[in-house]
């Protein structure tokens, strides 16, 4: 076991190979001119055009009216990976601490309530859902995009896992102190849960960065439009028969997928450790 | 359901705590999913003022229409490959990054990169690798002589379709088979290498069995991934084309339900998925408790 043999790193190499030549494919493409790609097709090596596209897609709206810049998309989506991340995160937490550390009548009937929730994704539930939005009065705006999303209990799992693997004594030398259930949750539950909190941080952001069904039928009006479903518009100029703008089209689907992965890549460590223990 | 021997004394307090949950999952979940059920036994009108209680009559149209058999049984075949494939790559993967000792970080980072990828992000990057003004793989596959015309043919659209899925789920299922594999006592894998020389039985005979349990699980993850979050790649890639050949129950949901308006039948295929899961989820129970673990 103390030397590599070298079939390993070719598998592993094919395999990363097979996972990121795609994503180089259409980075390499965006640094190109719209008529090198309609001529010649995807680029292999990066191109003469530079990030100018890049600079393209951030202040040119790909709608009808002109707020939905690529710069607004990514603002959006910034505050719907940032928003559903940290409410998630303060909803499940406090529902947790209810039901793992107090006793009382309706618990068990409200535990399985919210496990109930696993059973039916949104997906499935779209067309009523939307009706509820609309009734009301959330459509177009950004509670309506958040907020219907965090009804979902995995995380809420997460942190009542977590909790019953806090060690008893302190709950119990917390009560000798006279601390009351407020003052244990926030002095010693919140710190010891910092690190469960930037796992689980990581795995949400990506998760509401990345929604693109209910802020396809959340959103009509531009202004909302997030970055992963803005991308429909250059999928129907291509469907109607137009020439898009390849270069500009490629940028901003390189933005759309930049800061999740820049998320995963940079705190890897927390990342596989969210991803490991929410799905548990 | 908690083992806390010592808990905090009866008050208001956990009711506060519980509370914005609570009122979250009611409103947008209990309330919408109530309203699946209720329209799943209504027709409406075609000009939607009126709508009338009919038992039963949407499942029957649902199972007598050869378009949703034809769906369900895509749905299947589907998930089932999609599952396949992408479990045994991320195996193979998660086995060698396990071997090696230089360079196994580099590779870790580099093999979960795509897990960021929104599904829908996925779905328009393959839609211009696939192009057939731009992209590069369709002509790639015509030269190879195959006459690949997703556009147009129902098992080539598939094929792409289940390409582009299995692309995007590697990496989850990497990272799973690579804890698991990680979590393996040192000394079961020292005992093993002493009592078994050749490294391919050693797999199939020690470790594989250790990782069934993660395996079992995973399955379960690529199912739920193949039904329902595959939604953004199937809308940005085919949007079920060729002529519904590539649409899955829940694009079929999305179809009926937005596009079409039949908000009876979209309805009941609502509730159909949610029976699917809960089989899904019985069976997941029943396999825990009959305990894979070794």
Not at chain 1, 18 to 25: D, G, V
Not at chain 1, 216 to 232: A, C, Q
Not at chain 2, 158 to 176: E, H
Request: aromatic residues 14%; hydrophobic residues 55%.
């Amino acid at each position: 076991m103390t030397k590599d043999h070298w079939s390993d790193h070719l598998i592993l190499i094919v395999g990363v190979l097979f996972l990121l030549t795609p994503l180089w494919l259409l980075f390499a493409s965006s640094t190109h001119s719209v008529d090198t790609l309609i001529r010649e097709g995807l680029q292999w090596l990066p191109g003469g055009e530079g990030l100018a596209p890049y600079g393209q897609a951030l202040t040119t709206a790909s709608g009808f009216t002109d707020t939905a810049t690529g710069l607004r998309m990514l603002i959006n989506s910034m505050i719907m990976g940032v928003g559903f991340a940290v409410g998630k995160i303060i909803v499940s937490m406090a529902a947790a601490y209810a039901l793992v550390y107090f006793r009382f009548p309706l618990a068990t009937f409200l535990f399985w309530a919210i496990f109930c929730t696993l059973l039916l994704p949104l997906e499935v539930r779209i067309v009523p859902s939307y009706e509820v939005v609309s009734d009301l009065n959330l459509l177009n705006s950004y509670t309506g995009l958040i907020v219907p999303l965090i009804a979902s209990a995995t995380a809420t799992f997460y942190f009542r896992q977590f909790y019953k693997t806090v060690p008893n004594e302190l709950l119990e030398a917390a009560t000798l102190d006279n601390a009351g259930p407020w003052r244990f949750f926030k002095d010693i539950l919140v710190p010891l849960s910092r690190t469960m909190m930037a796992a689980i941080f990581i795995i949400m952001f990506v998760v509401g960065w990345n929604q693109y069904l209910w802020p396809l039928i959340m959103t009509t009006e531009e202004g909302y439009y997030t970055i992963v479903m803005g991308l429909k518009h250059i999928l129907s100029v291509v469907r109607e028969g137009r020439v898009p703008e390849y270069n500009v089209a490629f940028a901003l689907v390189i933005l759309a997928m930049l800061p999740p992965v820049a998320v995963v890549v940079l705190f890897q460590r927390w990342f596989i450790q969210g991803l490991v223990e929410s799905e548990k | 359901m908690s083992d806390k021997r010592q808990r905090l004394p009866h008050s208001p307090v956990p009711y506060l705590f519980i509370a914005p949950q609570i009122l979250i999952v009611l409103i947008f979940f209990f309330w919408p999913a109530a309203q699946a059920l209720y329209l799943s036994f209504m027709l409406e009108d075609p000009w939607g003022l009126s709508s009338q209680f009919v038992g039963f009559e949407n499942y029957r149209i649902l199972f007598n229409d050869p378009e949703y058999l034809g769906t369900f049984v895509f749905t299947m075949v589907y998930s089932a490959l999609v599952s396949f494939f992408s479990l045994a790559i991320a195996l193979l993967l998660a086995v060698k990054a396990n071997n090696i000792v230089r360079g196994q970080s580099p590779y870790r980072v580099l093999l979960t990169w795509v897990y960021a990828i929104a599904p829908a992000v996925a779905g328009i990057t393959a839609y211009f690798i696939f192009n057939r003004q731009v992209g590069v793989l369709s002509g790639l596959f015509n030269d190879l002589g195959w006459d690949f015309a997703p556009e147009t043919d129902g098992f080539d659209a598939s094929v792409m379709l289940i390409l582009v899925s299995v692309w995007k789920q590697i990496p989850v299922n990497f990272v799973f088979f690579l804890a698991g594999l990680q979590g393996i006592p040192k000394s079961i894998r020292e005992a093993a290498h002493i009592d078994c020389e050749n490294p391919q039985r050693r797999f199939w005979t020690i470790t594989f069995p250790l990782l069934a349990p993660t395996a079992f699980f995973l399955l379960v993850i690529n199912v739920t991934y193949a039904f329902f979050e595959t939604f953004g790649l199937i809308d940005t890639l085919t949007q079920g084309r060729p002529g519904g050949s590539t649409t899955t129950l829940v694009y079929k949901v999305y179809q009926d339900g937005f596009l079409g308006a039949d908000l009876g039948l979209s309805s009941a295929q609502s509730v159909v998925l949610m029976l699917l899961v809960l089989a899904l989820t019985v069976v997941q129970f029943r396999f825990i408790e009959r305990k894979i673990h070794y």
